[in-house]
T-cell receptor, first 115, second 109 residues
């Protein structure tokens, strides 16, 4: 298995632009999570899905952030408009409802820089 | 809600033993996880404890005391490659993990 695949690996954009981050979970994993990591705040949960349905989006900072999971193999996190304070590493992770004791598998992350 | 506390940084030398502590407060307990994260990389799963006591896995062991809201990760025979951040995490209601800010361990020769 190729693991959790995220794209792009790096993204540099100007303030006010729309940014879309992509994630392909491990096949058969029915939970998908989006996290954001910064030095100041650590690894923060933004939103998670179960069987493509958003379960908890209370971590989404504000209305500029949105996430979708149109099918079991694809999810997007969109920021519109982007701001410099959104600069962070964004991780996607997946796991199974049955085997979550084995922990999550994280993607390699997308390093976002908003200038 | 959840609250997780870990030391920010620790240093140790090759071959030594180091213990990284984690205290947590949670409204319901469904286990405690430890992850390792090397600089510039994704977190990787190390261990899961749901019952009190010590779980050993090679050079790494993890301990849990549910009554004290306390866990530690014990690393033996330290190697340079163990230099990384170690994250303690607990599930919130449901499946989603909430992470501590991590302990950055520096191993020197």
């Amino acid at each position: 298995d190729a693991g959790v695949i995220q794209s792009p690996r790096h993204e540099v954009t100007e303030m006010g632009q729309e940014v879309t981050l992509r994630c392909k979970p491990i096949s058969g994993h029915d939970y998908l999570f989006w996290y954001r990591q910064t030095m100041m705040r650590g690894l923060e949960l933004l939103i998670y899905f179960n069987n493509n349905v958003p379960i908890d989006d209370s971590g989404m900072p504000e209305d500029r952030f949105s996430a979708k999971m149109p099918n079991a193999s694809f999810s997007t996190l969109k920021i519109q408009p982007s701001e410099p304070r959104d600069s962070a590493v964004y991780f996607c992770a997946s796991t199974t409802g049955q085997g979550w004791r084995d922990g999550y598998t994280f993607g390699s992350g997308t390093r976002l820089t908003v200038v | 809600g959840q609250n997780i506390d870990q030391p920010t940084e620790m240093t140790a030398t090759e071959g030594a033993i180091v213990q990284i502590n984690c205290t947590y407060q949670t409204s319901g307990f469904n286990g405690l996880f430890w992850y390792q994260q090397h600089a510039g990389e994704a977190p990787t799963f190390l261990s899961y404890n749901v019952l009190d006591g010590l779980e050993e896995k090679g050079r790494f062991s993890s301990f849990l005391s549910r009554s004290k809201g306390y866990s530690y990760l014990l690393l033996k025979e330290l190697q340079m490659k163990d230099s990384a951040s170690y994250l303690c995490a607990v599930p919130q209601a449901g499946t989603a993990l909430i992470f501590g800010k991590g302990t950055t361990l520096s191993v020197s020769s």
